[in-house]
């Protein structure tokens, strides 16, 4: 059974960073596409980087430039740091698998997410 345990949220000041990790349990996960979601207060999950097993990054216009999405396949952990973060970066951040999905993906629940909040 897979487990998802993000950490690393915490209140920070406009312009500051955070280091986001995602540790994985239960599978390895060096064949999967990986990614970051966040779900600002009242809305849904959206995505917002995404890696893929070869290491490919991609992001929503939202972050790109700011977030870098990473991978340790050894350490079976997944990355986000975030810089120059602004007030609409507010949100609890999720990870989960990426947008390509392989048969037998064991990737089937959220975990808890780590609130990350933006504000003076």
């Known amino acids: 059974q897979v487990r998802l345990v993000e950490s690393g949220g915490g209140l920070v000041q406009p312009g500051g960073s955070l280091r986001l990790s995602c540790a994985v349990f239960?599978?390895?996960?060096?064949?999967?596409?990986m990614a970051w979601y966040r779900q600002p207060p009242a809305n849904e999950k959206y995505l917002i980087a995404n890696i893929t097993s070869a290491g490919t990054t991609t992001y929503d216009d939202l972050v790109k430039g700011r977030f870098t999405i990473s991978r340790d396949n050894a350490k079976n952990t997944i990355y986000l740091q975030m810089n120059n973060l602004k007030f609409e970066d507010t949100a609890v951040y999720f990870c989960?698998?990426?947008?390509?999905?392989?048969?037998?993906?064991?990737?089937?629940?959220w975990g808890q997410g780590t609130q990350v909040t933006v504000s003076s």
């Open positions: 239960g599978t390895e996960i060096s064949r999967y596409d």
């Open positions: 989960n698998s990426g947008v390509r999905h392989l048969a037998g993906d064991p990737f089937t629940s």
